[in-house]
């Protein structure tokens, strides 16, 4: 499998645990991903998760971004705050493929706690990894581009 883009995955300390068989199972099916949880001493809140993700994301360094804290929600919402990223909160395969193929998400969020297991989550996130953006939605990428310049 495997994957030529660049992933960055961060999480705040609460969860960091929780998630190292997720990252190791991605890392395993051949991605490229950095963890920016191990590269930073003590990563902090999760609002300091999302900006390393979004900061990587807005440089064009990575091409998709992944953040976990234990609900999803607060990365989430930190990481939209962001020019240029478009962050989906999902639990489950089908709203994460849904993030990209209709909404051309580039940064998925989820919850450590949500999570049944590792495999679980990997393949969800895998799954939002091998979808693309379909283009039928213009009314929607437009919605986007005017949320995106107003704010």
């Known amino acids: ?50 900006k390393i993700v979004s900061e990587g994301i807005q440089s064009g360094e990575y091409q998709r971004g992944i ?13 939209n705050k962001f020019h240029g990223v478009r962050a989906a909160l999902a639990y489950d395969i089908l709203p994460a493929a849904l993030s990209v193929i209709d909404n051309n998400a580039n940064v998925l969020c989820t919850g450590a706690w949500t999570m049944e297991s590792d495999e679980k989550c990997a393949k969800m996130i895998e799954t939002w990894l091998m979808v693309g953006y379909n283009n039928r939605d213009e009314k929607g990428m437009k919605c986007i581009e005017m949320i995106e310049q107003q704010f």
């Open 1 to 50: 499998m495997g994957s030529k883009m660049k992933i960055i995955i961060a999480y705040d300390q609460a969860i960091s645990q929780m998630i190292k068989g997720t990252i190791a199972i991605l890392k395993d099916h051949g991605y490229e991903i950095t963890d920016a949880g191990a590269e930073k001493e003590a990563i902090g809140e999760f609002t300091s998760s999302a």
């Open 67 to 79: 953040l976990f804290c234990g609900s999803g929600i607060g990365v989430c919402i930190a990481a």
